[in-house]
């Protein structure tokens, strides 16, 4: 599998592999190994509300133990490290993804896509996938960011949030 079908893949069904928002935590542990708790919640304790456990580029929101959201992020023109339950092959993968090329991708995958309004402003557009309501937003890259086509816009995150 390559970065672009899992997210393709993401964004078509709001889940990666087996993750899923509704899942206990320590089921997401029992898979990934144990994730590194935001530090609000090791300074406040496991059940501190809206804050990601991380593995590498991929972080879990937890609300009362389970998991409420699932974000994928990627800088651009930097290596991207992902579990290897949710990318095999465990190693570094090229973050750079074009918003052309994720919704050329979507669109081959018959994945369909809306503007979201909210969160596109200035120097930052974003979609909405349907039915699984994942959430895409890319920006320009910043001037730290050693990313090429400066002037387009690269994914920053794909993620998947319950209410």
């Keep these: 599998m390559t970065l672009m079908n899992l997210l393709v893949d993401f964004a078509s069904t709001g889940r990666i592999g087996p993750?899923?928002?509704?899942?206990?935590?320590?089921?997401?542990?029992?898979?990934?190994?144990p994730g590194r708790p935001h530090p609000v919640i090791r300074m406040k304790g496991p059940d501190f509300d809206g804050y990601p456990y991380s593995w590498d580029g991929l972080d879990l929101v937890v609300t009362q133990r389970r998991v409420s959201g699932i974000w994928v992020r990627l800088r651009p023109g930097a290596p991207v490290r992902l579990p290897p339950l949710v990318l095999a092959n465990a190693g570094e993968y090229?973050?750079?993804?074009?918003?052309?090329?994720l919704i050329a991708a979507l669109d081959a995958a018959r994945c369909r896509h809306e503007a979201n309004p909210v969160l596109t402003f200035d120097e930052q557009s974003s979609i909405l996938t349907r039915p699984a309501d994942v959430c895409a937003v890319f920006a320009l890259?910043?001037?730290?960011?050693?990313?090429p086509h400066r002037d387009r816009f690269h994914?920053?995150?794909l993620h998947k949030h319950t209410v």
């Design 19 to 33: 993750l899923h928002c509704g899942m206990p935590l320590s089921g997401a542990e029992a898979l990934l190994g």
């Design 94 to 101: 090229e973050a750079t993804v074009l918003r052309e090329d």
């Design 141 to 147: 890259p910043g001037s730290d960011e050693p990313a």
């Design 155 to 157: 994914l920053s995150v």
